[in-house]
């Protein structure tokens, strides 16, 4: 059994920044690839950002330049910083992590963090 958490979503201003921060948890023997998704109002899920287990990293082309995914693989921890925020990065932002467990391969899900860009 593997636990995805977020953290960090909220309320903010064009223009202003937020951190979001999602743990790992549970049957952990390794940690794979960890991302970012996240889904707007009326629109489909897309993803966001993501980095590899050796630190590749890859990004949507509408955060490049504002968003900085990082990892911090002792904690089994993946991190977004979103700066420059516009009202249409509002959406609920779910991390995934593709973990190795006893059982296997999987990818999980948290249930997501709400981020909402309005003046």
């Known amino acids: 059994q593997v636990q995805v958490v977020e953290s960090g979503g909220g309320l903010v201003q064009p223009g202003g920044s937020l951190r979001l921060s999602c743990e790992a948890s549970?049957?952990?023997?390794?940690?794979?690839?960890m991302g970012w998704h996240r889904q707007g109002p009326g629109k489909q899920r897309e993803l966001v950002a993501f980095?590899?287990?050796?630190?590749?990293?890859n990004y949507a082309d509408s955060v490049v330049g504002r968003f900085t995914i990082s990892r911090d693989n002792a904690k089994n921890m993946v991190y977004l910083q979103m700066n420059s925020l516009k009202p249409e990065d509002t959406a609920v932002y779910f991390c995934?992590?593709?973990?190795?467990?006893?059982?296997?391969?999987?990818?999980?899900w948290g249930r997501g963090t709400q981020v909402t860009v309005s003046a």
């Open positions: 980095i590899g287990s050796a630190g590749l990293i």
């Open positions: 995934t992590a593709l973990v190795r467990t006893t059982q296997g391969l999987g990818n999980y």
């Open positions: 549970g049957n952990i023997v390794s940690m794979n690839g």
